[in-house]
């Protein structure tokens, strides 16, 4: 008896706070089917439902080229924190050296320094070398914060691997790279997609760093561009509904594809493969 | 194939000595078990010798090469490891080849070995599966099967069997030494069980607290231990051991133990150990040439079915083991007779340990 009244609380609880998540998003998703100009007051089933919203966002707030700006900073960063990562991981988790735990800290600081206090100084350094209103002006500070964090996490999955596991493979006539590529890489893939997926998410989804280093407003990010068409089109939330979905879109999708790998990866640590 | 030799090899860890300097020569494809309690320095000698930890003092060779700074992947050994350590995303035709593709070895080769090993291992049907795939059983003959494609010049061993239940341990134990016999490869194996020592060492290593204790045949580390470590250890049930002080009239005795053994030994100290297995520690029969009887109160009986190993309190607080043959039926708190046998009694230093002689 005990157990089915748990069973009821527990799925309560859940099915409570699945709705809490999906209202905001459900809203959202429903305004966005209405055509611009309609009326819309609170939350109103579209009739018809149109796409209308969607075209209109597009073209006005030329989200295209800002997208495939994003695309190129997400893409970049992910790519080159992923590889730089996994080294430093592999080097602070299960190599010995000099100097390893002072590099480590100093690491860690990088990541519980908040980036608004660097922001600005940053600026003026990159403007001093040209960096700003380029899209590396984006990506080599995303990057650096992208490793902090990603050094963290690849450091603890090193240092979960079994070593047995390592110790086989250079037995085996593996070099320190081939034990990380043909062994280490493989086991660790869950590890590695859930912090590809966290970094992916955090890059794309960044809006200080693009608003300082793309002040000229020649290049803009999706998060950028949703943000000065928010600011111009105050009124028409339909617009702003499909406009919002439109940036979101690409995680959403990168989330899908990944999610399996992004769940095991969250709990591989409580759970024994 | 090629001997390993051991010249004072030493290794710390911070203040910790976890091996003293170790001396140890192992014959081309010998068969040498290294055993000892946990601690013992047994796995760390293993892992100096397979390159995984670097050597505090002291030299290494394998054959004729000093590997002592040496790179696992050069050493040309392979290793099975106690969790097996097979490699998870790779089916058991990979992990058998990994060490091969690694060594570059022609394709056609690679294949031909692998076959070879999957058939004397009898895993042919498993080599498109993945490890995950397979009983604990099943993984550990991967493991040997990864070690032997390689035909490495030497095999090393960390408790290979300490994961598997006692029957397929029995029965595994068997193969091992079979195979290792076939391809006659130098073998270094660790284990802290002393049946597997016994079993299937051509000569046994005992360990203890980082020092080798005494290197030999099984038949002599059990019949002349060194020491009272080793004699406690080799054996199972134990040696009893019980010390006993020299009386002028040429005795040894503990309370109303006394036993005739001190005349004609030179320079026996006045304390001793004295150790009896407990197939020479016998239940008193009129007319067998025992030395006793003596009495003993039951503290425990352990009936095997062959054999019953009766454990007892003797004078003075003395514990000896009894075996007695068959099913016997004895009470705790019972009194029985016993007798030893003569000439398989050991004598050790009382202080050092260290055997003196067998009477």
Redesign the interface.
Known sequence: MTAVIERAINYGLLIFFSILAFVPIAGVVLTAFHGPGEPISGFSVPDPFTLDSFRTAWTEGSFGSSLVTSAEITVTTVVLATVFSVLAGYAFGTMRFRGSTLLFYALLFGLLMPFEATVIPLYFDFRRIGLTDTIWGVILPSTGLSIAFGTFWMRAFFLSA?R??M?????????SM?VLL??LV??G?PAILTMVVLVFMWTWNDFLLSLVMLSGQNILTAPLSLAFFQAARTSEIQLLAAASIIVAFPVLIVYVFLQRHFIRGMVSGSLK? | MASVTYERAAKHFGDVIALHELSLEITDGEFMVLVGPSGSGKTTALRLL???EGLSGGHIRIGDDVVDDM???R?D???V???Y?L????SVRDNLA??LK??KVPRDEIRRRVDTAAEALDIGELLGRKP?ELSGGQRQRVALG?ALV?QPRVFLMDEPLSNLDAKLRAQTRGEIKRLQQEVGTTTVYVTHDQVEAMTMGDRIAVMSQGRLEQVGDPDTVYSRPANTFVAAFIGSPSMSLVSMSRAPTGVLARGDLHLPLAAGIEGLPDEVTVGVRPEFCRPWRDGETLIGPFEGRVEYAEALGRETFIGVEAADGARFVIEADGNVRVGIGETVRFGLAPGELHLFHAVTGVGITKV
Request: no cysteine; hydrophobic share 40%.
């Open positions: 079994p047995s596991l110790e086989a493979a250079r037995i085996d006539g593996a070099s081939g043909r062994v493989p086991y893939r493969g | 397979a390159g995984l790179a696992p992947r050493r050994i392979a290793m490891f106690q969790d350590a490699y998870p995303q790779m990994f060490g690694m060594g995950r990864r390689r």
